[in-house]
């Protein structure tokens, strides 16, 4: 019996369901083919997101450098402090070589030692070990620009977990040094998270932009661990970076003024200070600085004040105004030195002003009233010119307006002319207002023949990238106020309140150098219309130029309410930065002595090239100039200084000869002939400091060796610059006005 055939519908229906799974999914296989997206989403991205890396390259934040291309500022390596505290890190590793924190309380009580955290702000960071989704922590400021030692002793506790990220810092290597000028950069948690280096005062914030540079990126494919895989392309875009920007500051010369207002800060604790070192000839500044002042490092010393006192602070400068007034008198014509005026006292209306003896010398002249610092000099000499005549001169010469320096937030100052006594006060320095660098650019056209050079401070700026350089400062004339004869009538009656018997500024005298220049003891406002009384509540200030028939270098030194010591004078503490300040610097710039009897001693060095060094060397003894051959031969080929400098007493000559080098004794050498040494005979040699060499880490009389670095210590001479008490001192000026 043939069977019946029955259709076999489970069969059928399981047939017809993976049928459709299978034409399903196969439609879905082919649309993800043709489309590359799923739910909506491209696969190709999301596959490079997941196995794409990408890595910031930072860029360097621009270097701040001197003249020389010494830094003041730049990036150093630092290093980041991180916590691994999920297990995932340590999975495929042995239990006594954990990757991740293992023992919190331990790790933060070894950590609170070595950073600014405490332990429990530490714990507290290393518990978030507890959230799944934290893998690492990092420990915020405290744990960012570690120095390579702390970070070497933090390694050195041998704590799981604890990983370091190789990274960049600002590092200022010279400690205090135009700190308010210099301004300093920090790492600022910007609002997406990233840290960045910015400028927060100073030259780091005013050029930021500039110094920043752009950051690049290196994008490449990795495994699922991260790792680059074998064969991938890497897609590099370089960082761009900052812009370095060179002063016109030269170290050595800013290291004479930071160790003088040191000095002067330790013994006589003023409220403030500034000092402006400038060339007259060309308006670079040389060197700029002011207490108190901060160590841009480790931010020590920094206070609310974060004016640059030198630009935006305005003072009642006191006598060293008369120079400027000396100058109007005498452009104007009624400057009669041998003229004689009754000294003491000047009444105008119903005010009266003083000398600072308030009785006078009687009947003196012109010449020895600016000599003496007499008010009544100015004031006879402003009825004879008219104020009109002497407040547009005032002007001439840059007052009440801003000089322009290529420095922020300058101040303008004001002269006071609504009416006949502001202008009287004004001819002396009391009333007005001016900025030390109003000062500094006015004195330049009494140091330049008339011609007031505009002062400026950024030498250059390049791009590192290119080597474009994108700005570079010039020399700028800005204005001839006064003739060429007047600058030097100003200048020598200058140097003679140095010289004379009747001068305000005899402890100003130096060794080796005239100088020119002019005192000023002004009172200080008190803020409620009057001025603050008493010997410690004054300004005492110093304008000076050396050497004073052509002056190479001005120097403008203001002292705020020192503490006077009974029986001192007030501009002692101001002669002790002046005087050391002014008197190395020259010396640094190989500037000639030109005082009577330092050109006298002055020993005009011949040839002695093809001589023996024993002949050189007795020559040069007879005028007790010391001769160092650079090597054991016995014919001189070269020597430092060349022929026809002229050099004094005490000095070191080179004398270059053949064989081997033998190491010197190196005390007293002055930092460019320890250099021209170095460059006559190969040595290495390794300069700390600045100044004069105090130390060496080679005997003198060793073998020199080229490939071992000779370690030489400097230090700024202050002794033997400044003598104190031997010289009659004049008696302090006062501006009273009654």
């Known amino acids: 019996m043939k069977k019946k055939f029955r259709f076999q519908w489970g069969a059928f229906l399981m047939f017809c369901v993976y049928g459709g799974l299978f034409f399903l999914l196969f439609s879905r296989f082919l649309y993800i083919q043709v489309t590359g997206e799923a739910e909506g989403q491209p696969l190709r991205a999301m596959a490079q997101s997941k196995y794409e890396r990408e890595q910031v390259l930072s860029a360097d934040r621009g270097k701040i450098v001197d003249r020389s291309g010494n830094p003041i500022a730049e990036d150093t390596v630092s290093y980041k402090l991180i916590a691994v505290l999920s297990e995932e890190a340590s999975k495929d590793v042995k239990d006594d070589e954990w990757l991740h924190v293992?023992?919190?309380?331990?790790?933060?009580?070894?950590?609170?030692e070595h950073i600014d955290m405490s332990e429990e702000e530490i714990l507290d960071r290393l518990n978030r070990q507890d959230n799944p989704d934290v893998y690492q922590v990092e420990f915020g400021p405290a744990g960012r620009d570690l120095s390579h030692d702390k970070m070497k002793k933090i390694e050195a506790l041998e704590l799981p977990g604890i990983r370091f990220v190789k990274d960049k810092k600002r590092f200022y290597p010279n400690g205090p040094f135009a700190s308010h000028l210099i301004g300093f950069a920090q790492k600022t948690e910007q609002k997406d998270g990233a840290v960045e280096t910015v400028g927060q005062m100073g030259l780091e914030k005013t050029y930021d932009k500039l110094l920043s540079g752009k950051n690049g990126k290196m994008a490449y494919e990795s495994d699922t661990?991260?790792?680059?895989?074998?064969?991938?392309?890497?897609?590099?875009?370089?960082?761009?970076?900052?812009?370095?920007?060179?002063?016109?500051?030269?170290?050595?010369?800013q290291n004479f003024v930071e160790d003088s207002m040191k000095q002067v800060e330790q013994e006589y604790s003023p409220e403030r200070m500034s000092?402006?070192?400038?060339?007259?000839?060309?308006g670079e500044i040389l060197a700029m600085?002011?207490?108190?002042?901060?160590?841009?490092?480790?931010?020590?010393?920094?206070s609310s004040n974060w004016l640059n006192e030198a630009v935006q602070y305005t003072i009642e400068p006191g006598s060293t105004m008369k120079v400027f007034t000396l100058a109007a008198a005498i452009e104007e014509g009624v400057w009669k030195p041998d003229d004689y005026f009754k000294s003491g006292s000047y009444s105008i209306y119903d005010t009266t002003i003083y000398d600072h003896k308030r009785e006078g010398w009687g009947w003196i002249s012109f010449r020895e009233g600016f000599q003496r610092s007499s008010n009544v000099s100015m004031a006879n000499l402003l009825e004879r010119m008219g104020g009109e005549a002497m407040m547009s001169h005032f002007r001439n010469f840059g007052f009440g307006q801003k000089t322009g320096i290529d420095l922020p937030g300058e101040a303008a100052g004001s002269l006071n002319d609504v009416g006949p006594v502001e202008r009287l006060t004004t001819s002396y320095g009391q009333g007005s207002t001016v900025t030390p660098i109003q000062m500094v650019q006015a004195a330049t056209a009494i140091a330049n023949g008339g011609k007031m050079m505009k002062p400026y401070m950024i030498r250059e700026i390049k791009d590192p990238n290119t080597g474009k350089i994108l700005s570079e400062g010039q020399p700028e004339e800005k204005s001839s106020p006064i003739s060429e004869e007047t600058a030097e009538t100003v200048l020598e009656l200058m140097e003679s309140t140095v010289t004379s018997e009747k001068g305000t500024a005899k402890i100003f005298k130096l060794n080796d150098y005239s100088v020119a220049g002019k005192t000023a003891t002004a009172q200080i406002p008190d803020g409620k219309g009057g001025y603050l009384r008493g010997p410690n509540n004054l300004l005492y200030g110093f304008l000076g130029m050396a050497p004073a028939d052509d002056p190479q270098l001005i120097v403008?030194?203001?002292?705020?309410?020192?503490?006077?010591?009974?029986?001192?004078?007030?501009?002692i503490p101001v002669s002790k930065i002046f005087k050391p300040v002014m008197e190395n610097s020259l010396k640094h710039l190989n500037i000639r002595p030109d005082v009577e009897e330092a050109a006298d001693a002055a020993y005009r060095l011949p040839e002695f090239a093809g001589q023996t060094a024993e002949a050189a060397s007795a020559e040069l003894g007879k005028n007790d100039i010391r001769a160092v051959a650079t090597g054991t031969g016995g014919e001189v080929t070269g020597q430092f200084p060349e022929k026809e400098t002229p050099v004094l007493p005490d000095s070191v000559v080179l004398l270059r000869t053949e064989g081997e080098p033998v190491i010197p004794d190196f005390t007293g050498w002055p930092k460019r002939t320890i250099l021209a040494y170095a460059s006559m005979t190969g040595m290495t040699i390794e300069l700390s400091g600045e100044g004069y060499a105090v130390s060496q880490s080679v005997s003198a009389g060793s073998p020199g060796d080229p490939s071992a670095p000779v370690v030489i210590q400097l230090e700024t001479p202050e002794e033997g610059v400044f003598t104190n008490g031997q010289e009659e001192v004049p008696e302090e000026e006062q501006l009273p006005l009654d």
């Open 225 to 253: 661990w991260g790792y680059l895989l074998p064969g991938a392309e890497k897609q590099v875009t370089p960082p761009e970076h900052g812009a370095d920007i060179k002063l016109t500051l030269d170290k050595t010369i």
């Open 556 to 571: 403008y030194v203001n002292v705020h309410r020192p503490k006077i010591p009974a029986g001192e004078y007030g501009a």
């Open 289 to 302: 600085s002011q207490r108190p002042t901060f160590d841009p490092e480790t931010r020590e010393g920094l």
């Open 275 to 282: 000092v402006i070192v400038a060339d007259p000839k060309s």
């Open 102 to 112: 293992v023992d919190r309380e331990k790790t933060a009580r070894a950590l609170a």
